[in-house]
């Protein structure tokens, strides 16, 4: 499946913000949409509407300032300090605090799972999907989510919105028939070199390995999916295996990792998924190494390392240094789908 779009979107809309404590006291709903990217009634701010706001605003040098989940406050997590050595990551000064919220959420077509890897090595099930996903679509091939931890589900016909405390999922879009199939879906950073820090919805083919920016709010095919590149042009030789995750490691570093497969299982050099590294504004790979384990459907990131979930079941670490995994569990009666997490994840050195 090789869709080429030859368009350039001159404006693409923007679901997400940045992500990370300072907020307002009022813990109250506001009267406004709060998620749809424009501030209304009582709204401090609206995803990346933070009303002129920066973090200069709160007595920081420079850095990301993020508007709550809420819209009731900000977030200055990623906000940088005076005095701070730019250099490194934002958890190597005192005055950095981790996100409270580290979970890497996974899931199989029917059921939404967490790990917190600050916590434990226990996979909580959330429940089962419910809502107008359920009945009328293919299951959620994967998930995404922002800096700001809202999450997104992809499917055969329509992206929608879920919700992670309870799994219950709304439309958001219906896709245009005819529409490609995605089967693997995160927020990513480092799109724009200009603005490194601006989020953008990207899928990969399963079929060729197509890097393809998502627009929710265009209407027409063209409009919706933009091509930008393939993992391996123009050998075509490596595709995607499952799933991407991008994330924001440091103050100003961010990586995106992709599990991908080449020909079949059975040809040398392809008995098993390879971890590669992503050009976000091309799609090009860069191969790590070979993981030791196929069908890797789902991948997270925490700490220093990816996270992977197989259709077999089983949950593994990947080292980002090699591909080299090692299993933490396996849940035999499981196939998991799709994982993800915040793009601003918490970092362990």
Same mark, same amino acid.
């Given at each position: *499946?090789?869709?080429?779009?030859?368009?350039?979107?001159?404006?693409?809309?923007?679901?997400?913000?940045?992500?990370?404590?300072?907020?307002?006291?009022?813990?109250?709903?506001?009267?406004?949409?709060?998620?749809?990217?424009?501030?209304?009634?009582?709204?401090? #701010?609206? +995803?990346?509407?933070?009303?002129?706001?920066? #973090?200069?605003?709160?007595?920081?040098? &420079?850095?990301?300032?993020?508007?709550?989940?809420?819209?009731?406050?900000?977030?200055?997590?990623?906000?940088?300090?005076?005095?701070?050595?730019?250099?490194?990551?934002?958890?190597? $000064?005192?005055? =950095?605090?981790?996100?409270?919220?580290?979970?890497?959420?996974?899931? /199989?077509?029917?059921?939404?799972?967490?790990?917190?890897?600050?916590?434990?090595?226990? *996979?909580?099930?959330?429940?089962?999907?419910?809502? $107008?996903?359920?009945?009328?679509? +293919?299951?959620?091939?994967? !998930?995404?989510?922002?800096?700001?931890?809202? *999450?997104?589900?992809?499917?055969?016909?329509?992206?929608?919105?879920?919700?992670?405390?309870?799994?219950?999922?709304?439309?958001?879009?219906?896709?245009? &028939?005819?529409?490609?199939?995605?089967?693997?879906?995160?927020?990513?950073?480092?799109?724009?070199? @200009?603005?490194?820090?601006? &989020?953008?919805? *990207?899928?990969?083919?399963?079929?060729?390995? @197509? =890097?393809?920016?998502?627009?929710?709010?265009?209407? /027409?095919?063209?409009?919706?999916?933009?091509?930008?590149?393939?993992?391996?042009?123009?050998?075509? &030789?490596?595709?995607?295996?499952?799933? !991407?995750?991008?994330?924001?490691?440091?103050?100003?570093?961010?990586?995106?990792?992709?599990?991908?497969?080449?020909?079949?299982?059975?040809?040398?050099?392809?008995?098993?998924? =390879?971890?590669?590294? !992503?050009?976000?504004?091309?799609?090009?790979?860069?191969?790590?190494?070979?993981?030791?384990?196929?069908?890797?459907?789902?991948?997270?990131? =925490?700490?220093?390392?990816?996270?992977?979930?197989? /259709?077999?079941?089983?949950?593994?670490?990947?080292?980002?240094?090699?591909?080299? +995994?090692?299993?933490?569990?396996?849940?035999?009666?499981?196939?998991?789908?799709?994982?993800?997490?915040?793009?601003?994840?918490?970092?362990?050195?």
């Amino acid at each position: *499946m090789k869709f080429i779009y030859p368009f350039l979107l001159s404006f693409i809309f923007v679901f997400s913000s940045c992500v990370s404590s300072d907020s307002d006291d009022n813990n109250n709903s506001n009267s406004g949409s709060c998620g749809n990217g424009i501030i209304e009634g009582d709204e401090v #701010c609206d +995803s990346d509407d933070l009303n002129g706001k920066t #973090c200069q605003d709160f007595n920081y040098t &420079e850095g990301t300032l993020v508007c709550q989940d809420d819209c009731n406050g900000y977030i200055t997590n990623w906000c940088i300090p005076q005095n701070n050595n730019n250099n490194n990551n934002n958890n190597n $000064n005192n005055t =950095w605090v981790p996100p409270t919220d580290s979970r890497i959420y996974v899931h /199989t077509k029917d059921t939404l799972f967490y790990i917190d890897p600050g916590v434990s090595d226990n *996979m909580v099930e959330i429940g089962d999907f419910i809502g $107008n996903c359920v009945d009328n679509d +293919s299951g959620f091939y994967d !998930i995404a989510l922002t800096s700001s931890k809202r *999450m997104y589900g992809i499917t055969a016909n329509a992206l929608y919105t879920v919700d992670k405390e309870t799994a219950e999922c709304t439309v958001l879009v219906q896709f245009p &028939e005819g529409s490609p199939h995605f089967f693997a879906l995160s927020y990513v950073k480092a799109f724009d070199p @200009e603005n490194p820090d601006r &989020e953008e919805l *990207m899928a990969a083919s399963a079929e060729d390995g @197509e =890097w393809v920016m998502i627009n929710p709010s265009g209407e /027409t095919i063209n409009e919706m999916f933009h091509h930008v590149g393939y993992y391996d042009y123009p050998a075509y &030789e490596y595709v995607s295996s499952g799933d !991407i995750v991008s994330v924001q490691t440091g103050t100003n570093t961010y990586k995106t990792y992709a599990t991908l497969k080449c020909g079949n299982y059975n040809e040398t050099g392809c008995d098993s998924d =390879w971890l590669a590294e !992503i050009d976000p504004e091309t799609g090009d790979a860069r191969l790590i190494g070979q993981t030791g384990y196929t069908q890797i459907f789902a991948l997270g990131y =925490w700490g220093d390392k990816v996270y992977g979930f197989t /259709t077999g079941g089983e949950y593994i670490l990947i080292d980002v240094d090699t591909g080299e +995994s090692t299993e933490v569990n396996s849940y035999q009666d499981q196939q998991f789908w799709g994982a993800g997490n915040t793009t601003i994840p918490y970092i362990v050195e």
